[in-house]
């Protein structure tokens, strides 16, 4: 009799072991939650973050507004980049927008490419005609929400990122800055450009 009862027990204890090894492995660790690069790290995992200064600004194609073609950041190449998120709802967008009309006639001569990606809900059609109403005389791109992702995540306009003729971003300003803030980093991103330029026509 005793003999059945330390049997029946020792299954009983298994049974209750197995149960809670169980449980445990299917419930990972929180130390362990993978990011979106599939490396791990501890706590949550993050959302998308703004891409360095000194790195290579991210890549992309878009949707040109004015002819409907597709048109990639690296065909920009060469030309100093002031990338412009912004949208027809956008308050402070509708305030900067008449300074970069001015700093595209004054700097495009010089190298400077502004392009300004519409992070809207609007139609291409409606995005043309707003751009058209504020005199716009740079590229306009239909923004995903990809590209936004790229660049931290879109949910703060404008939002605005100083890039080199090498492609590398050398500013970025979140929210509206003053005239004379965008213009001088204009000249940042030109200067850099022009010596690099140089020095490429010196070896040639």
Partial sequence: MNR??????GIVIGITA??????????????????????????????????PR?????????????????????????????LNFWATWCGPCKIEMPWLVDLQKKYGPQGLEIVGVAMDDASDKEIA???????????????TEKVGDLYGGVDRLPLTYYIDR??????????LASESVIE???K?????GDSKSAATTGEK
Avoid at 18 to 46: D, M
Avoid at 60 to 82: C, H, P, W, Y
Avoid at 188 to 192: P, Q, S
Wanted: net charge positive; proline share 7%; glycine share 12%.
């Fill in 4 to 9: 059945n009862v330390i049997i029946v027990l």
């Fill in 18 to 51: 197995l149960l809670l090894l169980g449980k445990r492995a299917s419930k990972p660790p929180e130390s362990a939650t993978p990011n979106v690069s599939g490396t791990q790290q501890a706590g949550p995992a993050q959302g998308p973050t703004d891409p």
């Fill in 54 to 82: 000194g790195s290579m600004a991210p890549g992309f194609e878009l949707k040109n507004i004015a002819d409907g073609k597709t048109a990639s950041l690296a065909s920009f190449r060469g030309k100093a980049v002031l």
């Fill in 129 to 143: 005609a707003f751009a058209k109403k504020m005199g716009v005389n740079y590229t306009v791109l239909k923004g």
């Fill in 166 to 175: 090498s492609g590398k971003v050398v500013d970025e300003i979140v929210g």
């Fill in 184 to 186: 001088d980093d204009i």
């Fill in 188 to 192: 940042k991103i030109l200067g850099k």
